[in-house]
Each structure stands twice: as structure tokens, then as C-alpha cells.
């Protein structure tokens, strides 16, 4: 059971635009950044986005994040085959003093 | 251009120790601005955060963990290790090291495999 909840999946067409969510709890996303990583199939997670909304160089702007109180978004507009892939949320969480997850969104892109 | 490498066995017994090496290269493990952690991913699973180090000392760990893991530094070496004790298969994962501040890790090890097994 993951302290950050995701759907489990997610998906669209090429050129649509997807939303990912996140929710939380005030001891985590109510307090604190949320970064989002993204994983391909047998390698290690990249960051995609950190901060709610920044992206590290090299990030396209079709990708963005929010948040608003205890939730987060990732939104991925002109949708491509190449980020079908499964993404994370993640933020600390202050009660728990610990670094914590959402359990996973595999998007397909169909 | 940081770069981190997991490296120990690849196949531990149940109620052994796990035990893995981080080593860091293309910078200083000795800063003081970030963390250095564990994060583990079962077979077909998420991801999950087993524990840090920060400024070589203070450390955390998850809880639910048991306090079962422990997370040290070798500055000298530019290393940070885990062990994680009385190992049993839900230990089976893939162990990836990754530089950190709180919950936004920016560099992370390609990873490497554990399985628990006789």
C-alpha cells in the first residue's frame, strides 16, 4: 500500500493530451515538493519533474506538473509512442520522515 | 557528469545479509547538500525508498523496514553501503543507489538485482 495513490494505468492516442494524478496527505504533498519520475523497462527512474512543475534540462515543455493542496498532476500533451512508459510520484513526507512514493501509472500509448 | 554504481552479490540466502556498495564518481559524496539513499524496486512492482545518509552521519530509514537496514559512508573511497539483515524473498528487488534532496533524486545507478534465495 503506497502513501501517494496513482491509477494504476493510463492512456491515449499520439498527438492527445494525458493528465497522470497523485494524492496525498498534508504530511506529504500538503508540505512538501512533488517530483516526478519516469521508467522504462529495465532501467533506473529519471527524474522528469521536480519542484511541482520544473523540468530538468532536456525535459520537453509538452510535459508539465502542478499541484494544488494535496494532489499533483503530470500532464503530457502531443502524447508520443516514446512516453509510453510507467511514471512515479514522489515527495518526503514529514510525519513519516521518510521518502515516499506513489505506486505507479503505466501509461500506454495506443 | 555524476555518476553512481551499485556493485555486491547478485544472490543472498534468507536470513543473511544483503549487502551493496554505492560508488559515486564525478563528484564529492562529502557534500553537504545531498542525501544518499536506497531505493529498491520488486519484480513488477513500485518503487520503494529503504533509507539515506546525509552529511556522512545522519541517517534515515524507512520504517517499515524494521530497522533492518543500515546505511554508512566511506568519504575515502567516495562509497556509501547498505546492509539489510535477516534478508527473506519479499527482499528480491532490484537495488538502485540514487543522489538526493528529500524526495527529488536527480542521479541515480543503473541498478543492479538481489534475489533472495537458498
Known amino acids: 500500500q503506497s502513501v501517494l495513490t496513482q491509477s494504476p494505468s493510463a492512456s491515449g492516442t499520439p498527438g492527445q493530451r494525458v493528465t497522470i494524478s497523485c494524492s496525498g496527505s498534508?504530511?506529504?504533498?500538503?508540505?512538501?515538493?512533488v517530483n516526478w519520475y519516469h521508467q522504462l523497462p529495465g532501467t533506473a527512474p529519471k527524474l522528469l519533474i521536480y519542484?511541482?512543475?520544473q523540468r530538468p534540462s532536456g525535459v520537453p515543455d509538452r510535459i508539465s506538473g502542478s499541484k494544488s493542496g494535496t494532489s499533483a498532476s503530470l500532464a503530457i500533451s502531443g502524447l508520443q509512442p516514446e512516453d509510453e512508459a510507467d511514471y512515479y510520484c514522489?515527495?518526503?513526507?514529514?510525519?513519516?520522515?521518510?521518502?515516499?512514493f506513489g505506486g505507479g501509472t503505466k501509461l500506454t500509448v495506443l | 557528469q555524476m555518476q553512481l554504481q551499485e556493485s555486491g552479490p547478485g544472490l543472498v540466502k534468507p536470513s543473511e545479509t544483503l549487502s551493496l556498495t554505492c560508488t559515486v564518481s564525478?563528484?564529492?559524496?562529502?557534500?553537504?547538500?545531498?542525501?544518499w539513499g536506497w531505493i529498491r524496486q520488486p519484480p513488477g512492482k513500485g518503487l520503494e525508498w529503504i533509507g539515506s545518509?546525509?552529511?556522512?552521519?545522519?541517517?534515515f530509514h524507512n520504517p517499515s523496514l524494521n530497522r533492518r537496514g543500515t546505511i554508512s559512508v566511506d568519504t575515502s573511497k567516495n562509497q556509501f553501503s547498505l546492509n539489510l539483515r535477516s534478508v527473506t524473498a519479499a527482499d528480491t528487488a532490484v537495488y538502485y543507489c540514487?543522489?538526493?534532496?528529500?524526495?527529488?533524486?536527480?542521479?541515480w545507478g543503473q541498478g543492479t538485482l538481489v534475489t533472495v534465495s537458498s
Open positions: 498534508s504530511s506529504n504533498i500538503g508540505s512538501n515538493t
Open positions: 545518509i546525509y552529511y556522512s552521519v545522519n541517517t
Open positions: 514522489a515527495t518526503w513526507d514529514d510525519s513519516l520522515n521518510a521518502w515516499v
Open positions: 564525478g563528484g564529492s559524496i562529502s557534500s553537504s547538500t545531498y542525501y
Open positions: 540514487v543522489r538526493h534532496v528529500l524526495g527529488q533524486g536527480d542521479y
Open positions: 519542484s511541482d512543475s
